[in-house]
């Protein structure tokens, strides 16, 4: 089992519709938790942090936490395409050290 | 304020060759922490610098080694380079490094022919 897991995709989603990505991990001591969005040919973006269960939100992103279930989920309101990227999920383990997933490639559609 | 800075941004380099790059952090941030990333195996973790010593390591051979200076700044250092060594390299800068949000610079792009 990978330590952080994440549907390759392509997740392809129309203009304005719900984008929904999700992310499974292994180690239960991860207290934090990060989604990063990678346009090709550049580097990580980091666009939300997460650290109760719950939802938090920020603007058009909803990241959703459940640590019993080790999940993590990162929802984009009212896509858009310049959304269109690699997003990656990315707990932090007790040694500090973020374990990257092998990101999601989410296209949106005009 | 600043953001992360590396460089160089392009480097080629021959197989058995060593190299250098550089990592200068947002200010007031002391951690650095390394990654690797390559099409087939995504973004892994080199190791990670705090105030000087490596707190942690990834599961790389001993010729990727690095080293944190006292104003924060980070270099790694690869030696005797191999083809599969050609990726991204990327360093994320944050406060303590200790479940604190991390930002990337823009990375040095290694080519080894």
């Known amino acids: 089992q990978k330590e952080v897991e994440q549907n390759s995709g392509p997740l392809s989603v129309p203009e304005g519709a719900i984008a929904s990505l999700n992310c499974t991990y292994s180690?239960?001591?991860?207290?934090?938790f990060f989604w990063y969005r990678q346009y090709s040919g550049k580097s990580p973006e980091l666009i939300m942090s997460?650290?109760?269960?719950g939802d938090k939100e920020d603007g058009r992103f909803t990241a959703q936490l459940n640590k019993a279930s080790q999940y993590v989920s990162l929802l984009i309101r009212d896509s858009q395409p310049s959304d269109s990227a690699t997003y990656l999920c990315?707990?932090?383990?007790?040694?500090?050290?973020?374990?990257f997933g092998a990101g999601t490639r989410l296209t949106v559609k005009p | 304020k600043a953001g992360v800075t590396q460089t160089p941004r392009y480097l080629i380099k021959t197989r058995g060759q060593q190299v250098t790059l550089s990592c200068s952090p947002i200010s007031g941030h002391r951690s650095v922490s390394w990654y690797q990333q390559t099409p087939g195996q995504g973004l892994q973790f080199l190791f990670e610098?705090?105030?000087?010593?490596?707190?942690n390591k990834g599961n790389f051979p001993g010729r990727f080694s690095g080293r944190q200076f006292s104003n924060s700044r980070s270099e790694m250092n690869v030696s005797t380079l191999e083809l599969g060594d050609s990726a991204l390299y990327l360093c994320?800068?944050?406060?303590?490094?200790?479940?604190?949000?991390?930002?990337f610079g823009q990375g040095t792009r290694l080519t080894v022919v």
């Open positions: 610098y705090f105030s000087e010593t490596q707190r």
């Open positions: 997460i650290y109760s269960n």
């Open positions: 990315a707990p932090m383990g007790n040694n500090n050290d973020m374990r």
């Open positions: 180690d239960r001591g991860s207290q934090s």
């Open positions: 994320a800068s944050s406060f303590d490094g200790s479940n604190t949000e991390a930002f």
